[in-house]
């Protein structure tokens, strides 16, 4: 074929729209390598300064870089060169697969000695992290906000505009200060897994930044559309930070201290696909609402403390998730990593007292284990066994003739390895 026709070709294949970013990746690559701790920048070598320049580009230029296309593909894809996934959220458990993918072959090629290819899947993994938190990647299923202008109609100057571009683009440099990148888990498959929940974290952060960029495009105000895509290209690189220098740990084989268990109530279920809870997974009692983290709504207005009854008496929880009748939560887990779960399970001890729940753990379908409580009896701790489960459901069902007065929580519901 001939060279203009190829062109062509690949010009008409390259789904444009979906670039995130752009020059903003550089920056936010190189303000996540310069945290890293100086064994690891040395491990690096001249990888250090070609993962900013140029690797964490490679998932966006697949047709011309056909040299490094191989870096931002998987082999169980055969034939797809460029990995949608790479750039927009799909479903957890899709990107998690492919998280969990490029982490494990940058850390077997560090270990095999190959920092050119690690360097390269790790420029991949840092394109991803930062495609899923720019502020133009935000809105679900519309990436150049032909949803977000109906409610957010556009100023004369920007009315035949395509949205995407200028909400991401900009020339800014990213200093991420004394930030201390952490580390996300002593194994592949946890550290994926973590890192997804803090991607979750920078899609977020990234959504509260839309609005105030739009509104500052259309009032032609430069500094306010950069002073916003900062914040969200501060976070990324943070959570890029975060992968890049648990991607060497692993390698290395050096691993910090970690504490052991892992609380799971601030992470979002695959009910929440999107991150936010669809009106299909509302519960109608004991109030008319979704799950919250943290408080139990009194009347489905107002916010107070959970609270147990346990048998050294009444406990106020930090942690927890407070729910309705009915509708499940399903958590991902990662493989191999943790052999139990354990939770707090009980009735807030004045708004439930007329209450009975069954309170229900299920393991990749199965039942874990169940235990139905009065709102006046004392909370109960649950603990099951989930090695080998790769999808952990708390479902809670009423069992009372008042289910208005169901109001349950799992306080502290944590993973054990
Ligand atoms: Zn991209």
Same mark, same amino acid.
């Not at 074929?1 to 062509?8: F, G, I, K």
């Not at 950069?226 to 690189?237: C, G, I, M, N, P």
């Not at 709504?297 to 147990?308: F, I, W, Y």
């Given at each position: 074929?001939?060279?203009?026709?190829?062109?062509?070709l690949i010009?008409l294949?390259?789904?444009?729209l979906?670039?995130?970013?752009?020059q903003?990746?550089?920056a936010?690559?190189?303000?996540?390598?310069?945290?890293?701790?100086?064994w690891?920048?040395?491990?690096?070598?001249?990888?250090?300064?070609?993962?900013?320049?140029?690797?964490?580009?490679i998932?966006?230029?697949?047709?011309?870089?056909?040299?490094?296309?191989?870096?931002?593909?998987?082999?169980?894809?055969?034939?797809?060169?460029?990995?949608?996934?790479l750039?927009l959220?799909?479903?957890?458990t899709?990107?998690?697969?492919?998280?969990?993918?490029?982490?494990?072959?940058a850390?077997?090629?560090?270990?095999?000695?190959?920092?050119g290819?690690?360097?390269?899947f790790?420029?991949?993994?840092?394109?991803q992290?930062?495609?899923?938190?720019?502020?133009?990647?935000?809105?679900?299923?519309?990436?150049?906000?032909?949803?977000?202008?109906?409610?957010?109609?556009?100023?004369?100057?920007?009315?035949?505009?395509l949205m995407?571009?200028?909400?991401?683009?900009?020339?800014?440099?990213?200093?991420?200060?004394g930030?201390?990148?952490?580390?996300?888990?002593?194994?592949?498959?946890?550290?994926a897994?973590?890192?997804?929940?803090r991607?979750?974290?920078?899609?977020?952060?990234?959504?509260?930044?839309?609005?105030p960029?739009?509104?500052?495009?259309?009032?032609?105000?430069?500094?306010?559309v950069?002073? @916003?895509?900062?914040?969200?290209?501060?976070?990324?690189?943070q959570i890029?930070?975060?992968?890049?220098?648990?991607?060497?740990?692993?390698?290395?084989?050096?691993?910090?201290?970690?504490?052991?268990?892992?609380?799971i109530?601030?992470?979002?279920?695959?009910?929440?696909?999107?991150?936010?809870?669809?009106?299909?997974?509302?519960?109608?009692?004991?109030?008319w609402? @979704?799950?919250r983290?943290?408080?139990?709504?009194?009347?489905?207005?107002?916010?107070?403390?959970?609270?147990?009854?346990?048998?050294?008496?009444?406990?106020?929880?930090?942690?927890?998730?407070?729910?309705?009748?009915?509708?499940?939560?399903?958590?991902?887990?990662?493989?191999?990593?943790f052999?139990?779960?354990?939770?707090?399970a009980?009735?807030?001890?004045?708004?439930?007292?007329?209450?009975?729940?069954?309170?229900?753990?299920?393991?990749?379908?199965?039942?874990?284990?169940?235990?139905?409580?009065?709102?006046?009896?004392?909370?109960?701790?649950?603990?099951?066994?989930?090695?080998?489960?790769?999808?952990?459901?708390?479902l809670?069902?009423?069992?009372?003739l008042?289910?208005k007065?169901?109001?349950?929580?799992?306080?502290?519901p944590?993973?054990?390895?």
């Open positions: 074929m001939t060279h203009r026709l190829a062109l062509l010009a294949m390259v789904p444009r979906l670039f995130g970013w752009g903003p990746h550089h936010i690559t190189r303000a996540a390598l310069e945290t890293l701790p100086g690891q920048k040395e491990w690096l070598g001249t990888e250090l300064k070609a993962l900013g320049d140029v690797h964490c580009m998932p966006d230029q697949v047709y011309s870089d056909k040299a490094n296309a191989k870096y931002a593909a998987m082999d169980s894809r055969p034939g797809e060169v460029y990995l949608q996934v750039h959220p799909t479903v957890q899709e990107y998690l697969e492919v998280m969990t993918y490029f982490m494990e072959r850390v077997t090629a560090l270990r095999e000695g190959r920092s290819d690690a360097a390269r790790m420029g991949t993994m840092c394109h992290i930062e495609d899923y938190g720019s502020p133009s990647h935000t809105m679900p299923g519309d990436n150049q906000f032909t949803l977000l202008q109906q409610f957010l109609p556009p100023s004369d100057g920007m009315k035949d505009k995407h571009g200028p909400i991401e683009n900009g020339d800014f440099m990213v200093s991420l200060g930030y201390q990148p952490r580390l996300l888990g002593t194994s592949v498959n946890e550290a897994w973590r890192l997804m929940h991607v979750h974290e920078g899609i977020l952060n990234a959504r509260s930044t839309t609005i960029i739009m509104q500052a495009l259309y009032a032609d105000d430069a500094a306010t950069t002073k @916003h895509q900062l914040r969200a290209a501060v976070v990324d690189a890029a930070a975060d992968a890049l220098y648990t991607i060497l740990c692993l390698g290395a084989q050096k691993l910090p201290e970690m504490p052991a268990p892992v609380a109530d601030t992470f979002w279920p695959l009910e929440a696909e999107k991150l936010h809870y669809p009106q299909t997974q509302f519960f109608s009692s004991p109030y609402g @979704h799950p983290i943290g408080s139990i709504l009194a009347g489905g207005t107002k916010a107070v403390s959970l609270k147990l009854k346990l048998e050294s008496g009444e406990k106020e929880f930090a942690h927890g998730i407070s729910a309705g009748m009915g509708k499940p939560l399903t958590f991902v887990l990662p493989q191999g990593v052999r139990r779960f354990t939770v707090r009980g009735l807030h001890p004045e708004l439930g007292a007329k209450g009975r729940v069954e309170f229900t753990i299920h393991g990749d379908g199965k039942p874990l284990t169940s235990l139905t409580l009065n709102g006046t009896d004392a909370a109960q701790k649950l603990e099951c066994e989930v090695s080998g489960v790769s999808q952990l459901q708390l809670l069902t009423s069992r009372s008042d289910s007065s169901n109001y349950a929580i799992w306080a502290e944590e993973l054990l390895k």
